[in-house]
Structures are given as structure tokens and as C-alpha cells.
């Protein structure tokens, strides 16, 4: 039995970095889609798989998310993912505008999630069907929206288009306020 002493939980680090930073390298896709403040997380990890996320930056994190679907028309439904073998084989390839998923919050109004990379979706996270409030509440962890396998010969040229972390928070310096913001409501559509 290991036995803690007052002295030794004064040595534990309560700053410690989180998951997301110390694995991850983040990449930011700024008002993708055209739309301000729809800004999507790319995190990167060594092995070169990124996975899609929702930094709290986007205005889906004001509001209660009530519905995540992957089905974004009549013929295309990302939740159906068939994967064999090692390279991959059925995994439906995206372009950087390609959209994910569709999010509808509790207000009436939607949000569409794009890919941000080109690249393979090897999986989406089915938890959002469930539990969309995932998608803000654990953004960094369990919420993320997909994970995307990037071509390796593409990679360097895929993420010069984004921004790094230093980068995106001087952008978000020059935003303008989240009141001025355009969301699509249900009736726009």
C-alpha cells in the first residue's frame, strides 16, 4: 500500500497540462464556411490522425446543443463508416468545406460542423447521437465531431492553411464582439 503524506500532495502539480496539449498538436480552421466565428479545432496527433473538434470560441458553445446529425442529405450519411484492412479501405474521403454534420441547438438554430482537412474519415463520434451536449461540455475530450487520417504526403500543405494556437488567440483579439455574429435559424435554413 502506497502511503501519501501531506508533503508529497504539496508536490502534485495542479497546473498540468491537458490531454489535448500535451498529445495534440492544435490547429485552428478559422470562419469555415464563411461564417464568423464557425471555428473548428484540428487536433493532430504524433501518429499524423486529427481529430475535429469545437473550440469554445464558436458560438455553439452559448447554447444547449440538442441534436447532432451526421446525415447530411437524402444520399450521405457519415455515421455509416466501413472500414477493412490496414489502409483503410472504404473510408469516405472529404475536402476541407466537405461538412460532417449538421448541430441543432435548443434556440431552433443549426450549425453545420465542416471537415477543415482533406482527408480519409476513419470515424465520427457516434456518442453525439445520444448525448449531443457532449459537444460543448467535453469539447476536448469526448465531444470531439470526427477523426479525420490526413494523406501523409499531403500533411505539410494541408495545415498551412491554419492557424496555430499563438496565432488563432491574436486573431480572436481582432474579432469582432459575439453579438454582431450571424446564426442561421431554422426558418433561414
Not at 6 to 22: G, Y
Not at 42 to 50: S, V
Request: aromatic share 6%.
Amino acid at each position: 500500500m502506497i502511503e501519501l503524506t501531506a508533503a508529497d500532495l504539496c508536490d502534485i502539480d495542479v497546473n498540468q497540462t491537458s490531454l489535448l496539449d500535451r498529445y495534440y498538436t492544435t490547429w485552428y480552421a478559422v470562419d469555415v464556411g464563411g461564417d464568423t466565428g464557425n471555428d473548428h479545432l484540428i487536433a493532430q496527433h504524433h501518429n499524423g490522425l486529427c481529430m475535429i473538434m469545437i473550440p469554445p470560441s464558436n458560438p455553439i458553445h452559448n447554447k444547449v446543443v440538442t441534436n447532432v446529425n451526421y446525415k447530411i442529405s437524402d444520399t450521405c450519411d457519415r455515421s455509416v463508416v466501413t472500414l477493412s484492412g490496414k489502409k483503410k479501405k472504404g473510408a469516405k474521403f472529404v475536402q476541407e468545406r466537405c461538412r460532417l454534420c449538421i448541430v441543432t441547438c435548443a434556440d431552433g438554430t443549426t450549425h453545420t460542423i465542416h471537415a477543415g482537412i482533406r482527408g480519409k474519415i476513419l470515424e465520427v463520434n457516434q456518442r453525439l447521437k445520444t448525448n449531443p451536449t457532449l459537444l460543448t461540455e467535453h469539447w476536448d475530450t469526448a465531444g470531439y465531431v470526427a477523426v479525420i487520417q490526413p494523406n501523409k504526403c499531403e500533411q505539410k500543405n494541408i495545415f498551412k492553411g491554419l492557424l496555430d494556437k499563438a496565432s488563432y488567440e491574436s486573431h480572436l483579439e481582432t474579432r469582432e464582439p459575439p453579438a454582431k455574429r450571424h446564426c442561421v435559424s431554422a426558418e433561414e435554413g
